[in-house]
């Protein structure tokens, strides 16, 4: 991954999806801190579960954190 912060995680839309970015690439929509690890995965983080994506440093949260699936 090639900057500090390579994943963003946008606000929720008006179906509680939340766009994952990684290094610039919309991977889709993610409904759950569930949903964000497998993109990670995708990413080559492959041991990256639940606890590691609500922890990391890698992930700019915008609209709210991993608690945050709502308008």
Request: a negative charge; aromatic letters at 8%.
């Amino acid at each position: 991954m090639a900057s500090d912060r390579p994943v963003i995680v946008y606000p929720p839309d008006e179906q509680s999806g939340r766009r994952v970015r990684v290094d610039g690439t919309i991977l889709g929509l993610a409904y759950s801190v569930r949903d964000v690890a497998a993109y990670m995965q995708e990413a080559g983080l492959q041991d990256f579960d639940e606890i590691d994506v609500a922890r990391t440093a890698l992930i700019e949260w915008r609209g709210g954190g991993p608690e945050v699936w709502t308008r």
